[in-house]
Each structure stands twice: as structure tokens, then as C-alpha cells.
């Protein structure tokens, strides 16, 4: 029986060590925006999870945490408004079971965005005291939902 050593191989990601220009960034952003739309699409089947989640931990690893929480706080604006939109544009008759439907899609949603994003609320996050996707949800929740504001 050998008893040679195994090699030992430490994976170390090229892509995470180069340095991105505002373009890239610019890219990258847009690439988590796009996603979460088609999360919020119910079409989240053509994502790759680890490509998403990759895209991400890059931009958080580059020091663009700012621009990636910015942009994600964004998205979940938009989508917010629409869902709002659509609640309030309903038939009387029919607001509770489109309210309903409306958080059932958003809580679906965006169980799978955090799921996504969770390396930047455990480093970026957590680093400069920001609050975590869940509570910036609650937050613009509680906003959007409120038509007097």
C-alpha cells in the first residue's frame, strides 16, 4: 500500500483577482438586475444559481458591495411598486385573493434572491453595518405598501 501524499491542489479564482473596470462592474450589475427580474418572472428555472451567486460574491470581493446593494434595493423597489399597482388596480371584488397571490409571488421571490445574495449580507452587509436584504425588504414593504407615501 502507497503511502504517497496527495498532491495538494488550493483554488484560487482568477476572476476575482482581476481588477474590474466600471464597465464590467456596470455589466455584473446589470446581469443580478436581470436575474432577479426573471426570479420575479417565475422563469427562474433558465437561472444558474452558482453564476448568479458567483456574479454576486465577485462584485462584493471587487469592493462594489455599495453599488450591488444600491442596485438590488432598486430592483426590489420596482418590483415592489408593480406588485402595488396591480393590487391597487384591482376589482374590489377580487382584492384579497390578488393581494394574497401578490405576497405569495414576492415572499417566492425573493426567498430565492436572499438565497443568491446571502454572501453579501453575511460579508458587505455585516462589514458596514447595513441592513440585510430581509429588513431592507420589510422596509420597502412597509413604504410601497402605504399609498400615502
Not at 482581476?18 to 433558465?46: E, F, G, W
Request: with cysteine.
Amino acid at each position: 500500500m502507497s503511502t504517497a501524499s496527495k498532491p495538494s491542489f488550493k483554488f484560487t479564482s482568477t476572476i476575482s483577482r482581476l481588477k474590474m473596470d466600471n464597465s464590467a462592474v456596470t455589466n455584473q450589475l446589470r446581469v443580478i438586475s436581470n436575474a432577479m427580474d426573471t426570479i420575479y418572472q417565475r422563469s427562474s428555472s433558465q437561472l444558474s444559481f452558482n453564476d448568479i451567486y458567483g456574479t454576486a460574491y465577485n462584485l462584493v470581493l471587487q469592493k462594489q458591495g455599495d453599488a450591488l446593494y444600491e442596485r438590488i434595493r432598486e430592483t426590489l423597489e420596482t418590483h415592489l411598486q408593480i406588485s402595488v399597482k396591480r393590487i391597487l388596480s384591482t376589482n374590489p371584488s377580487n382584492f384579497l385573493p390578488v393581494l394574497v397571490q401578490e405576497w405569495v409571488d414576492h415572499k417566492t421571490a425573493f426567498e430565492s434572491i436572499t438565497r443568491v445574495l446571502m454572501y453579501m449580507d453575511r460579508t458587505y452587509c455585516e462589514q458596514k453595518k447595513k441592513n440585510g436584504q430581509l429588513d431592507v425588504d420589510a422596509e420597502l414593504i412597509q413604504r410601497k405598501g402605504n399609498p400615502t407615501q
